[in-house]
């Protein structure tokens, strides 16, 4: 049994990896964190984000649907990421709902900023 700490640990590293653009790296991180813990939504998380990267955002949010957020409907971190890919989609409209709902909420500061600044994005990109 893997503990949560080395699970966080590796998940940290994958996501470093995602930013510094290496991608097989950060697919297999995420795929053996999500062998260990299929119902943890961070390497789902990982692996979209890593995805979007890829310009693979169909299968990033295809992922997202399908697995992440049938584990945590409710986390909005999930749905700032599935906007993200929305976004990259072209579904701007499906993309901006999705943020302006995190917004409503307002129950997480976090995730509440980062949707309001991937909207005035949208907007400035509009």
Do not use: W
Not at 7 to 28: C, H, K, N, P, Y
Not at 54 to 81: F, M, Q, T, W, Y
């Amino acid at each position: 049994m893997v503990s949560a700490e080395i699970l966080r640990t590796l998940a940290d590293i994958g996501f470093m990896a995602v930013s510094g653009g290496l991608s097989v790296q950060a697919e297999r991180i995420f795929k053996a964190i999500a062998l260990c813990r299929k119902d943890n939504v961070v390497s789902y998380m990982g692996m979209a984000l890593n995805l979007i990267n890829e310009g693979k955002s169909e299968e990033a949010l295809a992922l997202l649907e399908k697995k992440a957020l049938v584990l945590e409907p409710d986390n909005l971190v999930l749905h700032n990421i599935k906007a993200m890919a929305l976004m990259f989609i072209g579904r701007k409209g499906e993309s901006e709902a999705c943020l302006q709902e995190v917004i409503n909420l307002n129950t997480d500061n976090m995730a509440t900023t980062l949707a309001q600044n991937m909207l005035e994005h949208l907007h400035k990109a509009n």
